[in-house]
């Protein structure tokens, strides 16, 4: 038998197809197979006869498939954190909040790095990543935990390895003991590269280097972190022009707006994606277009720190690279990503493009092939093509929820979240009949809670 014939393959049949390809090509009926941790064939009908050695065959009738989605922005140790601080603007929300997060511990995070990702993928994520930049002096390997609930979850990873140096003393916002020395944080960086970071087509887990933003790290600690960066060949991440409080710390500090300051540190080019980006003119979006700079659109987390609505039509029409991002659940209590789909459509409709903003197809691009743009693996996940990973979701729309909506991808975006019959990650199941395979959910949620009140003490207590 030839080694393509022992390939072990899962079939799906008799569903809508949405693969989101460069022609945004749809089937109202049709196949994909997987073979091992690979798309081997996506179509209208039924699948081709003869495949050897399929384990699985799946009718999903009544069912959409997607690729999975990809989460471009999120602070998972936010979720031991939600529902503080609930009518803050960014920086109010910021100085209430760092108190507490500089008091976090391994068992701590790792926790609330269950909690965010299970919650993820159990509404159709497949690839996360984490921005993670609080390191308190002596808190334990926090990196070493977020990736390994990411590797027991199953789902494809990035670690952003953030970090900062601009503590209370020197004008910043964070603790000063909850923050890092420019070389120690650096060093820590890299340290985490050499331990975690896999470059390869089908990689689990990659790392980024993600200095936390302009108001709590120093000139240096960006200038060189962009060295490490392109020196091992890594993406880079940070927040950007979120809010207009950064606008002006930003001119009053080093004389410009964030963008032109980001550019004059090295941080933008095609390895950099920034988060939120809600205040760019005119110039901003040019400069990311012109460098291949991408977007992470947080609409939820805008919208609950009152930041504002991002512009993200005229990103697109300038050709900025877009993906969606949860954000941390200290600023989006629902932690899911499937729900932004939704509400990046209907934000964006209250800015100057109204109706013609957004459309359903540009909401699922965003949460998936924009996505994987961001991250820097289009090449290798975000929409269903022969020879891609096989990262995809299959989305349960003929309950009372979706069926009397006609058009899939409609009833995907424009409804109620869809239940998630099957989510496959690199060709492995991680979510059955709306439940995770991979972990306890019940186990999970009495886990989060009790970490969750054990910082809420120790807190208290300082």
């Not at 606008?247 to 032109?260: A, I, V, Y």
């Amino acid at each position: 038998m030839a080694a393509a014939d022992r390939v072990e393959r899962i079939v799906i049949e008799n569903c809508s197809i949405a693969t989101v390809d460069a022609d945004d090509t749809e089937y109202a009926s049709g196949h994909v197979v997987v073979a091992g941790n690979r798309i081997e064939h996506v179509g209208a009908g039924p699948a081709p006869a003869g495949p050897e050695n399929v384990v699985r065959r799946i009718d999903g009738t009544g069912h959409l498939v997607t690729p999975g989605l990809v989460n471009t922005h999120h602070h998972f140790y936010q979720w031991i954190t939600r529902g503080l601080a609930t009518d803050h603007n960014l920086f109010d929300w910021l100085v209430a909040l760092y108190p507490t997060w500089a008091r976090i511990d391994e068992p701590m995070v790792r926790a609330a790095a269950q909690g965010s990702l299970a919650m993820m993928a159990r509404g159709g994520v497949t690839t996360a990543m984490d921005h993670h930049y609080v390191y308190p002096q002596g808190s334990g390997d926090l990196s070493g935990a977020i990736i390994g609930a990411a590797r027991d979850m199953g789902v494809r990873f990035t670690l952003a390895r953030g970090s900062m140096d601009r503590s209370e003393k020197d004008g910043g916002l964070p603790p000063d003991f909850a923050v890092e020395t420019l070389d120690g944080a650096l060093a820590a960086t890299e340290a985490t590269i050499d331990a975690h970071h896999d470059g390869s087509f089908d990689s689990m887990t990659q790392i980024a280097v993600a200095p936390c933003s302009p108001f709590s790290i120093s000139t240096e600690l960006l200038r060189q972190g962009a060295e490490l960066a392109r020196r091992r060949g890594v993406r880079m991440h940070t927040h950007g022009s979120e809010t207009v409080e950064e606008e002006k710390f930003c001119h009053e500090l080093f004389g410009m707006g964030p963008t032109d300051y980001f550019e004059s540190t090295g941080w933008l080019g095609s390895d950099v994606w920034m988060a939120h980006c809600v205040h760019m003119n005119d110039s901003d979006i040019a400069a990311f277009a012109r460098t291949g700079t991408g977007v992470a659109h947080c609409p939820s987390s805008n919208a609950r720190l009152a930041a504002g609505i991002a512009r993200v039509p005229d990103m697109l029409a300038a050709g900025v690279p877009v993906g969606l991002g949860v954000d941390g659940t200290a600023s989006n209590e629902s932690g899911e990503l499937h729900t932004e789909l939704r509400n990046a459509l209907l934000i964006n409709r209250l800015g100057a493009h109204r109706e013609k903003a957004l459309n359903a197809r540009q909401a699922l691009r965003l949460g998936t092939y924009g996505g994987a743009q961001v991250l820097g693996r289009a090449d290798q996940i975000g929409s269903l093509e022969v020879g891609k990973l096989a990262d995809l979701v299959l989305w349960k729309l003929d309950t009372l929820a979706h069926s009397s909506i006609a058009d899939p991808v409609t009833a995907l975006v424009f409804g109620a979240a869809a239940p998630v019959t099957l989510s496959l990650v690199n060709g492995k199941t991680v979510v059955e009949g709306s439940r995770l395979t991979t972990v306890d959910e019940e186990v999970l949620a009495r886990v989060t809670r009790d970490e969750a009140r054990r910082l809420a003490r120790i807190a208290a207590g300082a």
